[in-house]
C-alpha cells in the first residue's frame, strides 16, 4: 500500500497563517476604512474640480514631471483658436469627469506631496456651463502659464473641424470667406438677367450687391447668436463674448 502524501494548497496555509493573527471581522473593519478613506479623498478631488479656487501654480517636483506632459498658455491658446475650443476652470464644466482622471490626480498628488487646485480643461463651447454676457483635456497649473497635462477623455474632435472653423478663427478670415462666396455666387448669376450683356463692371455691381447680402445675414446671425471670433472666446466663460 503506497502511501500519499496530499499537496500542498497554498492559498490554504496562507489562509491559516492569516487567521492565527487576525479575525475576519477585523480584516473586514480595516478593507471598510480603506475604501472609506478611497471615497473621501475621491470627494475631496471631484470638490476641488467641481467647486475649486483658481490658483496660478501648484508645488510639483520639477524632477517628477513629464517633459512630454507640460504647455505653455501660448500652445494651449492656438490649439483653441484653430478648433474653436474654450480654455476655461474646471468648475464649469458640465460633463462628466471620468475615474480614471482622478486616479491620476490621485497618483500626481502622492508623487509630488501636495494636494493640485486651479484645474483647467480644454474642450468645445457646449461642455460648459457658460454664462450669458467632443474631447476634454485636463490641466493643472504648474506656474508662469505653464500647465500640466493630467488627463484625456472622450471621443477625437472630427478631423475636419480645424478647416470648418478656420473662418471663425479671426474678423479677417470671415471676411476672406464672404468675399469668396460672393465671388462664386455672382458667377452664378446668369448673363442677361439685368442687361442684355453683363459688363465687368456690372457683374462687380452684383457682386457687391451679394456680398452686402451675405455679410448683412451674418452680421445679424452674429449678433442675434451672441457668436464670437475664436481669439475672443477661447478663455472667455461667457456665451455671448
Not at 11 to 36: A, C, M, P, W, Y
Not at 181 to 187: E, G, N, V
Amino acid at each position: 500500500m503506497k502511501l500519499r502524501i496530499p499537496r500542498t494548497n497554498i492559498e490554504h496555509q496562507l489562509l491559516k497563517v492569516r487567521n492565527k493573527s487576525i479575525t475576519e471581522d477585523h480584516i473586514l473593519e480595516e478593507v471598510g476604512l480603506i475604501f472609506r478613506d478611497t471615497e473621501k479623498k475621491d470627494k475631496e478631488v471631484l470638490d476641488e474640480i467641481n467647486h475649486g479656487s483658481n490658483v496660478a501654480r501648484n508645488d510639483f517636483n520639477p524632477d517628477l514631471l513629464d517633459p512630454g506632459k507640460v504647455f505653455h498658455l501660448d500652445q494651449i491658446y492656438r490649439i483653441c483658436v484653430n478648433y474653436r475650443l474654450r480654455f476655461l476652470d474646471s468648475k464649469l464644466f458640465k460633463g462628466e469627469i471620468p475615474y480614471e482622471a482622478l486616479i491620476k490626480i490621485k497618483e500626481l498628488e502622492k508623487q509630488h506631496i501636495t494636494a493640485l487646485k486651479g484645474f483647467k480643461i480644454v474642450a468645445p463651447s457646449h461642455l460648459f456651463k457658460l454664462e450669458n454676457a467632443d474631447d476634454p483635456l485636463l490641466f493643472a497649473p504648474i506656474g508662469n502659464d505653464y500647465y500640466y497635462l493630467i488627463h484625456k477623455w472622450g471621443n477625437d474632435l472630427h478631423p475636419l473641424r480645424k478647416l470648418i472653423m478656420w473662418p471663425f478663427k479671426t474678423l479677417e478670415n470671415f471676411v476672406l470667406l464672404l468675399l469668396v462666396t460672393s465671388f462664386l455666387t455672382a458667377l452664378l448669376v446668369p448673363d442677361g438677367l439685368f442687361s442684355p450683356e453683363q459688363s465687368t463692371t456690372e457683374f462687380f455691381m452684383v457682386f457687391f450687391f451679394i456680398f452686402k447680402w451675405f455679410a448683412g445675414l451674418s452680421i445679424f446671425y452674429g449678433f442675434k447668436m451672441g457668436k464670437n471670433f475664436n481669439t475672443e472666446i477661447w478663455n472667455s466663460k461667457f456665451y455671448n463674448a
